[in-house]
């Protein structure tokens, strides 16, 4: 069952919504300002976040932003005022999927949600996942634990090299061709720099690696 998070401080509003979505087998959860919602963003972690622009304290502009530097697999869809085409704008700009205007049709709600999860489903379908990490092949972003961790294109693409064959152990010139392509003729070495500097981003320890793991005379791997 999908989670959807209402962030709307208007009781009238959150309540017609929860009834409606429920109707159609989602699960809701409710806050009624921005700070609320942010919490309740990390610690329930909704599918889809239906978030209203006008918020006590924490605008919902700022809320979006703020989701959307936190979690990408997150959908979200804000609330607008008739002809407020400003707020459209900035919304999306800040990282939401969708808006909608009030006053609205709950059936259009509904279909707007199924929309952008299936979007989504779509977009994930190529992204990898191995325990806290995340590599997004589309976007060639690297996540740990839901933040994203900047790589070099090279780190990215060994990185890549791994997390498509986890527990497969490389040799040096195998990630030399995967990183740098079967033209380059420089000193395999480089692939030892590149590595002690992926793990000293992506290691809780470096100097112990749980991940990246040396395959004594051979080369390396990712261990699952």
């Not at 839901?146 to 997390?163: R, S």
């Not at 981003?201 to 080369?219: A, L, R, V």
């Amino acid at each position: 069952m999908n989670k959807i998070l209402l962030i709307e401080d208007e009781e009238s509003i959150r309540g017609f919504l929860k009834i409606n979505l429920k109707r159609n087998n989602f699960e809701v959860i409710e806050a009624v300002n921005g700070e609320e919602g942010l919490n309740l963003v990390r610690k329930e972690k909704p599918d889809i976040v239906i978030l209203d622009i006008m918020l006590p304290g924490i605008d919902g502009f700022r809320v979006c932003r703020i989701i959307r530097e936190e979690n990408r697999d997150i959908g979200i869809i804000m609330l607008t005022a008739k002809g407020q085409d400003m707020d459209k704008i900035m919304g999306l700009e800040y990282g939401a999927d969708d808006y909608i205007v009030k006053p609205f049709n709950p059936l259009e709600v509904v279909l707007r949600i199924k929309a952008i999860l299936r979007r989504l489903k779509e977009d994930n379908s190529a992204v990898i996942k191995i325990d806290k990490y995340k590599l997004d092949p589309y976007s060639k972003k690297f996540y740990k634990d839901g933040k994203e961790i900047y790589l070099t294109p090279k780190e990215y693409l060994i990185v890549k090299t791994f997390m498509e064959n986890p527990n497969r152990a490389f040799s040096r010139d195998e990630l030399l061709d995967s990183a740098w392509g079967k033209d380059y003729f420089g000193d395999s070495k480089i692939i030892d720099v590149n590595i002690r500097r992926i793990r000293a981003k992506i290691e809780d320890n470096p100097s112990e690696p749980k991940y990246i793991e040396t395959i004594w005379g051979m080369g390396y791997r990712w261990k699952q």
